[in-house]
């Protein structure tokens, strides 16, 4: 099973998916726990600096704005490249332990006891929801780990240096038997879900002849897109087979205004993209589109003045439900032919 995982992110189509997914995630949390970090150095300086309940070490002050300004970069860092979220993990575990070992350590018996079992356990779930590459966090956690022992040793022992050295790699062992499990079945994860996926997606194939346009859209990006959606938009420099990644149609899609209608809701402009994002499930709507030289010899249907023609079309959107993930299916109808019918019903 190891080797499949490895032999499978080899693919570079599902690395780019990994990668952007991991992107995405670290995106949105790398936000909360910078200001985490802030809040709490702050309380730090005005509690003991500026209430005077206690002595601030100039040390203490440094590591927290070293912390905050590493957490600034790595949140820009981690929109452009996954590789950022490789140091998150061992940035958070240096940081705790720095206060473990340095800040609350006091030398009692009782308090190392209390700053052990609470050290260990938050490094253990730092590990298990941030980490992302097993070696780094094991050689970051190793050396950490060596000094609090032999601080923690000579303090109650009063010389801790002959076993040392077997505790240590004892305790590095299994960290680093976690570490290597949690990458593992975070990527078994992945590649089970994308599996899922792909089998739904292979299932999706039998609407690429369908007139309707269809588009699955998770967290932003599109996931599937038949080739219907694009004509009925008549996109017609789009070429799909040169967007992998439906990146170009997301664009195309943002930039394309329609206008609501209805005489029950006011009428409005907006994007198809701020239509998926927004709350309204379903309405139709018209398009304007430059007209070419086959509509000005089919009568002039629905021509406008400046050389444009409209279309009409229904945008509909419904939630369902792909391999654990809440998706966005997008559906897409022409309602050009119903409405020239109306109007010559209209007419006669």
């Not at 705790?96 to 190392?112: E, P």
Request: glycine share 6%.
């Amino acid at each position: 099973m190891l080797s499949k995982v490895f032999l499978t992110f080899q693919d570079p189509e599902m690395k780019a998916v990994f990668e952007r997914e991991k992107r995405s995630w670290y995106s949105k949390i790398m936000p909360v726990i910078l200001l985490t970090i802030i809040v709490l150095a702050s309380t730090l300086e005005i509690l003991y600096r500026v209430y005077g309940l206690g002595e601030l070490e100039m040390t203490t002050s440094i590591v927290n704005g070293s912390a905050i300004l590493l957490y600034i970069g790595l949140t820009c860092l981690v929109r452009c490249s996954h590789v950022a979220s490789w140091f998150v993990c061992p940035s958070l575990t240096a940081l705790t332990h720095y206060y473990f070992a340095w800040v609350d350590y006091d030398g009692q018996g009782t308090s190392i006891y209390y700053t052990m079992i609470v050290g260990i356990t938050v490094s253990f779930f730092l590990l298990v929801l941030f980490s992302e590459v097993w070696l780094i966090s094991t050689a970051v956690y190793s050396p950490l780990l060596a000094y609090y022992m032999w601080k923690t040793g000579k303090d109650m022992v009063g010389n801790e240096n002959q076993e040392l050295l077997i505790r240590c790699l004892f305790c590095v062992f299994l960290y680093a038997i976690v570490a290597y499990k949690v990458e593992m079945l975070n990527k078994q994860a992945f590649m089970g879900k994308e599996s899922s996926e792909k089998a739904f997606y292979r299932w999706l194939k039998i609407f690429e002849t369908f007139p309707e346009g269809l588009a699955l859209v998770r967290n932003g990006y599109i996931m599937y897109a038949n080739q219907s959606l694009h004509r009925l938009f008549e996109f017609d420099d789009y070429v799909s087979t040169t967007d992998p990644y439906n990146e170009h149609l997301k664009k195309l899609l943002t930039v394309t205004e329609v206008t609501r209608l209805g005489k029950d809701t006011a009428n409005y402009t907006t994007s198809v993209w701020n239509f998926l994002d927004g709350p309204e499930r379903g309405a139709p709507f018209s398009l304007q589109i430059q007209a070419k030289e086959s509509d000005e010899k089919d009568g002039k249907k629905n021509l406008n003045a400046d050389g444009s023609r409209t279309k009409y079309i229904s945008l509909n959107k419904v939630l369902v439900n792909v391999a654990g993930s809440q998706d966005k299916l997008f559906v897409v109808r022409d309602l050009s032919s119903m409405v020239n019918l109306q109007k010559i019903m209209y007419t006669k």
